[in-house]
């Protein structure tokens, strides 16, 4: 039986951990030294050794939790914030609506142009609805 290989992802997963780390110690440091505090001062604020601060820093936090991490962020002003990148394979949020405009469209012919701009407004608005923004285009003929 073949033996499946699967891509080595360590290299790529490193480079990315690294400049994360770096920009994020370096976006720390600024709010510590905005703040005239030494990195024992600022250790001793989140609970931290100076040590800890230091290396967190210099870019090189990767072992250390991001509790401590977070208290470290709470102690210069910058709290952490954690995010993961939207899924490319995951449906967009306005994807119903592209559907049903596309349907629309194929239902009336196909063929739109956008109505005159509405902005800047030739009159006040009155709070009322406001008529589509779509109109057919003129038939030839």
Avoid at 16 to 43: F, K, M, P, Y
Avoid at 56 to 76: F, H, K, M, P, T
């Amino acid at each position: 039986m073949a033996r499946v290989r699967r891509p080595n992802l360590a290299p790529e997963a490193a480079r990315r951990s690294r400049e994360e780390l770096t920009r994020a110690g370096g976006d720390l440091r600024e709010g510590r030294v905005r703040r005239h505090l030494t990195q024992a001062q600022a250790g001793d604020r989140a609970g931290i050794g100076r040590g800890v601060v230091s290396r967190i820093e210099l870019g090189l936090g990767g072992a250390v939790s991001i509790d401590a991490w977070q208290r470290l962020g709470l102690a210069v002003g910058r709290p952490i914030h954690i995010s993961i990148q939207r899924d490319p394979l995951g449906e967009t949020a306005d994807a119903g609506h592209l559907a049903m405009q596309e349907l629309v469209l194929r239902l009336g012919g196909g063929r739109a142009t956008p109505a005159r701009s509405s902005w800047p407004p030739s009159r006040p608005s009155r709070g009322g609805p406001r008529t589509s923004g779509w109109r057919r285009p003129p038939s030839a003929g």
